[in-house]
């Protein structure tokens, strides 16, 4: 798999080189704030994000909460098995950083050490959009565009080549997106216990919504249902 990290002349090389290349008219405490958004900030970014969507679906209630709940649940799971399922594939590749085959490279990050395939920072990022957008459509296009960023800014430290971004992009979609629905099964039933307790429902329900309030809909539709079977 070192055949991965050759130099020579590849569209995957020319653009990590292009996007790095921007980093070398840019002014010091340009470079440091890119260096921070790119290995922390956006993470950070996009946990608030989830919790900001998560204050929206509270505060929104309604019958169909427990589902869109449930899938913002799923979000930062997703994300944390991504990169649970990229440590045996880091081992299997052994891609190693850019800056170690390639001279000429501004390495704005500092520290950065272990292999390059795939980017963690990627992987993560975009698993986290993804569950947030079946969760919520416009918090999950704002997390897609901060994902997006993410990947640019790996690249643009010189950290990561084009690829490793996405081959992240390609995994924490795949793991975020084809198990959601299994996820949203397993865990629309907690969510649902978690709103009918008196304590613990506050992290579901509407501020100030007993939990009667948020059950009685669905008691009310099982109570119509039955009244229709036995009218039939």
């Not at 994000?49 to 899938?71: F, H, I, Q």
Request: charged share 15%; net charge neutral; hydrophobic share 50%.
């Amino acid at each position: 798999m070192a055949a991965l990290a050759e130099s020579g002349s590849n569209p995957d090389v020319d653009l990590l080189y292009d996007i790095n290349g921007l980093a070398k008219d840019s002014p010091h405490w340009f470079a440091r704030v890119m260096e921070f958004v790119g290995e922390y900030g956006l993470l950070l970014g996009m946990v608030l994000l989830v919790l900001w969507c998560w204050l929206s679906l509270r505060r929104r209630g309604g019958v169909d909460v427990s589902g869109a709940m449930a899938a913002l649940v799923w979000a930062p799971l997703a994300a944390a098995l991504a990169v649970l399922v990229n440590v045996p594939i880091r081992g299997f590749v052994e891609r190693p950083r850019p800056f170690a085959d390639h001279q000429g490279l501004d390495v704005l990050a500092s520290g950065t050490t272990g292999y390059s395939f795939v980017s963690d920072h990627a992987t993560l990022t975009m698993a986290l959009a993804v569950g947030l957008f079946v969760a919520h459509r416009k918090f999950g296009f704002i997390g897609l565009g901060l994902a997006l960023l993410e990947g640019f800014c790996r690249v643009y430290l010189g950290v990561q080549y084009p690829t490793d971004v996405i081959g992240g992009f390609a995994l924490g979609t795949a793991v975020a997106l084809l198990l959601s629905p299994l996820a949203t099964v397993l865990l629309t039933p907690l969510v649902r216990a978690v709103e009918g307790s008196p304590r613990a429902g506050r992290l579901v329900r509407p501020r100030g919504a007993r939990p009667a309030e948020t059950v009685l809909p669905d008691a009310r539709a099982d109570q119509a249902a039955e009244e229709r079977d036995l009218a039939a």
